[in-house]
């Protein structure tokens, strides 16, 4: 059998932009990796609390172990939280699956200067300014999203620099007659 066929993933942004909470679906499966990519690209285990694995019947009491959840074959939800790191989220899947990740107000991903999100996907804002990212059949994901301080922060640095290039370029220009 193979490792996971048919992913589904759903994730939201807490409050705090700190940690979210995942909603897994998979088909067919015995396991589920909770890995994260390294530095380099190894597959370091997730730090995760509050999983749960439930079947069509009941829930199963499973731990995960070095990063991996095994089960008996068969289709599962799996829940569970995890820290974010630099306002970055990471997705890593051993078969394409589909993922989506919903960010609450003030998060944003509109600022190319400021995010960044591989591959590209659909995204949506909603009226209550909320955003939902989503990607079909991927096999890794990455969003990096910003709050509202840090735009506000780029604009006034960029600001002071163009203030300094107009007080420096200034003379000479005024000089050239």
């Known amino acids: 059998m193979m490792p996971v066929a ?3 993933l759903s994730a939201t942004v807490h409050d705090d932009g700190e940690r979210y909470s995942a909603i897994v679906l998979v088909n067919n499966t015995e396991r ?17 609390q509050n999983v ?12 995960p172990d070095r990063g991996v959840l095994t089960f008996p074959p068969g289709n599962y939800t799996i829940r569970y939280d995890a820290p974010i790191t630099a306002k970055t989220i990471q997705f890593l899947f051993t078969e394409p699956a589909n993922a989506t990740v919903l960010l609450p107000h003030p998060y944003r991903i509109g600022n190319p200067l400021l995010t960044s999100m591989q591959p590209s996907g659909l995204v949506t804002t909603w009226s209550n300014n909320s ?21 506000h922060l780029l604009f006034l640095f960029a600001q002071f620099w ?4 107009v ?3 200034l003379p000479f220009f005024l000089s050239r007659k």
């Open 6 to 8: 048919g992913i589904n």
């Open 32 to 48: 589920y990796d909770l890995i994260q990519p390294g530095m380099v690209g190894e597959r370091i285990p997730l730090d995760v």
């Open 52 to 63: 749960s694995v439930r079947n069509d019947s009941s829930e199963l009491s499973i731990k």
């Open 131 to 151: 955003t939902t990212v989503s990607w079909n059949n991927v096999r890794s994901v990455e969003l990096r999203y910003y709050d509202e301080k840090q735009e």
């Open 162 to 165: 163009l203030i300094i290039a």
């Open 167 to 169: 007080v420096l370029l």
